[in-house]
């Protein structure tokens, strides 16, 4: 059986999908969450889940111990290499890079060379600007840094505070905008693209964190007008930056116009909903059918496209995923991972041993529905009446 390295903040949608498709999976990311483990051969830590950051000693030393065996084709990374390019490429030097490479990474995540792009190409997006706006137009600005994943490095642009902007080479300043979050899964193949579906985003304001991302449903249907549009969109990106693999494309939708925020060219959590998904691809001039990760793999490594099968593609059902966020501090101890473990949809499990503090992601809940609005509904239901139970019984 063929092993494949997983890295990433969190590891568990991509490592059940590997596993899915028939690897052998060493898992590597922050919280070593339960069904992670199930999921993986092995699992080993590259940080610790508070900082939200990839030690790059951790990751060359797991991947370096894994190139001594032949049977690994390589590895994949997630969410957390948005910004660091440099590790893409420390790994990359010791084990095969199953995704986009780091120039890649660092064009299409460097602010000023992603929206020139954007504008050459005649894509719409909101205003951005590269120094300070005038303190009295502070109220309709966001600072963003596009080395940030998940919202949690967006904050609201005040008057006077420059001297707190840090140093990050990926910030910048955009005009708040209005519109539904949202966002569109593909796998590329460097030049084409096979979209999965658009999903709309569940963003909330967590204390001085205006846009924090909560969850996706998808997919949903856009006039076809619009879905055309958006099509046309992430094509150009894709063949801009020869993007190959699962990834998405994040844009805002105010009527029927079109602002694009962000291109994730890497898997993204939205895979989830899109998990069960079988693909054709073409190998040999013979159509053989292949899970989720099979396609990402075979598009990163030989160009393949992937077709949707026809009975997936068949009114599909709506899926939504939401991270259930910790409302006090909680000591996770065998009784709430069983507890967790029995919640229907539940996913993310935390080990015993670990602690959340509030705010803290502590495991994440999923729901199936014929439509959008009875899946978030059942999304938010579960997410309450799971905060609850925890609060009564710990």
């Given at each position: 059986m ?5 890295a990433?903040i ?5 490592t ?10 060493v898992?590597l990311?922050?919280f070593?969450?339960v069904?992670?483990?199930?999921a993986s051969?092995?699992?080993s830590a590259?940080g ?6 990839i030690?790059a000693?951790?990751l060359?030393?797991a991947?370096?111990?894994l190139?001594r065996n ?21 790994g990359?030097?010791v084990?095969?890079?199953i ?9 299409v995540r ?8 954007l ?5 719409a997006?909101?205003?951005v ?13 966001l ?10 490095h967006?904050?609201?642009w005040?008057?006077g ?23 569109l ?13 658009c999903?709309?985003l569940?963003i909330?304001r ?7 991302y ?7 249907m856009?006039?076809?007008p ?7 969109i ?11 693999g ?16 962000e291109v994730?060219?890497?898997?993204p959590?939205?895979?989830?909903l ?15 059918t292949h ?10 490594l030989?160009g393949?496209?992937?077709a949707?099968?026809?009975?997936d ?6 899926r ?5 966020y910790a ?6 101890n ?13 996913h993310d ?10 705010g803290?992601?502590l ?9 959008a609005?009875?899946v978030?509904?059942?999304l ?6 799971l ?7 710990t």
């Amino acid at each position: 059986m063929t092993m494949l390295a997983v890295a990433a903040i969190s590891a568990r949608a991509i490592t059940e999908a590997a596993a899915r498709d028939g690897y052998e999976v060493v898992a590597l990311d922050l919280f070593g969450d339960v069904d992670t483990r199930a999921a993986s051969v092995t699992w080993s830590a590259l940080g610790e889940p508070g900082a939200l950051h990839i030690d790059a000693e951790r990751l060359r030393s797991a991947l370096a111990g894994l190139a001594r065996n032949a049977d690994v084709l390589g590895w994949c990374p997630g969410a957390g290499f948005e910004g660091a390019a440099d590790l893409l490429e420390r790994g990359a030097a010791v084990l095969p890079l199953i995704g986009n490479d780091a120039a890649t990474m660092r064009s299409v995540r460097d602010p000023r060379s992603f929206f020139e792009a954007l504008d050459r190409l005649g894509i719409a997006h909101p205003e951005v600007r590269f120094e300070p706006p005038e303190d009295g137009e502070a109220l309709h600005w966001l600072v963003k840094d596009f080395q940030g994943t998940g919202g949690w490095h967006i904050r609201r642009w005040a008057a006077g505070s420059a001297s707190r902007l840090g140093g990050s080479p990926a910030l910048y300043f955009q005009r708040e905008a209005l519109g539904r979050s949202m966002s569109l899964t593909f796998i590329a193949n460097g030049s084409d693209v096979c979209e999965l579906g658009c999903n709309e985003l569940t963003i909330r304001r967590f204390g001085a964190k205006p846009h924090v991302y909560c969850g996706a449903v998808g997919p949903v249907m856009l006039p076809i007008p619009v879905a055309r549009q958006v099509g046309l969109i992430l094509r150009a990106v894709v063949a801009e930056w020869g993007l190959r693999g699962l990834g998405s494309l994040d844009f805002l939708l105010e009527g029927d116009t079109v602002s694009v925020l962000e291109v994730n060219p890497r898997p993204p959590a939205s895979m989830a909903l899109y998990e069960l998904r079988r693909f054709e691809c073409a190998t040999s001039g013979t159509l053989r059918t292949h899970g989720l990760m099979d396609a990402h793999i075979r598009a990163c490594l030989n160009g393949d496209l992937p077709a949707i099968c026809p009975e997936d593609a068949d009114a599909p059902a709506v899926r939504g995923i939401e991270i259930v966020y910790a409302l006090r501090p909680v000591e996770v101890n065998a009784a709430v991972t069983a507890q967790l473990s029995r919640w229907p949809g539940a996913h993310d499990l935390p080990a015993p041993g670990i602690r959340c503090t509030a705010g803290d992601p502590l495991c994440s809940v999923a729901a199936v529905g014929a439509s959008a609005d009875a899946v978030r509904t059942r999304l938010n239901d579960s997410r309450k009446m799971l905060l609850q139970t925890l609060e009564t019984s710990t």
